[in-house]
């Protein structure tokens, strides 16, 4: 264990601290520092990850809802003191800091919470031009996932409607203390250089989640409480599955749905 204070992992909170330097830069390294001054660190814990941040040319802030660990880092990081943030990452308004200002996102993430952080995300998109991090592997795959794998899902979609996703590489349990039970990915979102939607954004969520909840049927099946016309439930595209479809096509269908209801 290279932290010399031992800090009790709280289950709860999904506490996994890393324990190996190279590792901890190499994920600080997939910031590509463009287009943002700023980085949020969500769930710094002891601050292994952090301290690579703050050797760059940028202005870090953490976000850290354990009372224990924001008094380690606030201890140990004189310099970064007044920008601990105890708080919930999925509860607090973050433009009580940031102001409307644009920030890169940074963590290795408490796995328990990863898909509502994601989201987070994708809602503050105009603010978040890059993201990158750590999650349990097959989340990040999911994420990073295109149509025709087994994996590809909502938040695959979702995601790579307004980010271009990056799987960078794997982590082994061996390197955490507590080791977690699963392989850990680590991933990178850049945000598309145009990433308004043709389409209605809340209709687009409403038509991946209904394809994907049920995914081994036709979207015929699957969408069937979207009351669409005879006309519209003919086109080729309702005879597909989910896992099928491309963003773009989901973006397409949701079109088309649009206007049929219209
Ligand atoms: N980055 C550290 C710790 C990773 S463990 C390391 O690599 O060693 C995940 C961290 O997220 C823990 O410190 C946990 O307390 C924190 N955390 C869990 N839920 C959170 C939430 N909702 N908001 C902010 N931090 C959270």
Redesign the pocket.
């Known amino acids: 264990m290279s932290n010399n204070h031992q800090v009790k992992?709280?289950k709860h909170?999904?506490?996994?601290?890393?324990?190996d330097e190279t590792i901890?830069q190499k994920?600080a390294d997939t910031l590509s520092l463009k287009n943002y001054k700023t980085v949020l660190?969500?769930?710094?814990?002891?601050?292994?990850?952090?301290k690579y941040l703050l050797k760059k040319e940028v202005t870090t802030h953490v976000?850290?809802?354990?009372t224990e660990?924001v008094e380690y880092l606030k201890n140990n990081y004189l310099n970064l003191a007044s920008r601990v943030i105890e708080?919930?990452?999925?509860?607090?308004d973050l433009n009580e800091v940031f102001k409307g200002e644009s920030f890169a996102i940074i963590?290795?993430?408490?796995?328990?919470?990863s898909t509502?952080?994601v989201f987070k995300t994708i809602e503050m998109r105009d603010q978040i031009p890059e993201f990158s991090g750590?999650f349990q592997k097959e989340v990040a795959q999911r994420i990073c996932s295109k149509e025709g794998s087994k994996v590809y899902g909502i938040l695959s979609v979702l995601a790579q409607a307004f980010y271009d996703a990056e799987y960078l590489f794997t982590v082994p349990p061996e390197v955490?203390?507590p080791p977690p039970r699963v392989e850990s990915g680590v991933l990178r979102l850049t945000r598309k250089q145009d990433y308004s939607l043709p389409c209605n954004e809340k209709m687009l969520f409403k038509v991946v989640k209904a394809a994907f909840q049920q995914r081994r049927k036709t979207l015929r099946n699957s969408l069937k409480t979207f009351n669409l016309s005879d006309n519209l439930r003919e086109d080729v595209i309702f005879g597909k599955r989910p896992e099928q479809l491309s963003v773009e096509a989901f973006i397409a269908l949701t079109l088309k749905i649009e206007n049929d209801i219209n």
């Open positions: 992992a709280k909170l999904g506490q996994h601290f890393l324990n901890a994920i660190e969500i769930g710094p814990g002891m601050g292994v990850l952090t976000i850290e809802i354990d660990s708080k919930d990452f999925l509860k607090y963590g290795n993430f408490p796995y328990n919470i509502q952080i750590m955490f203390n």
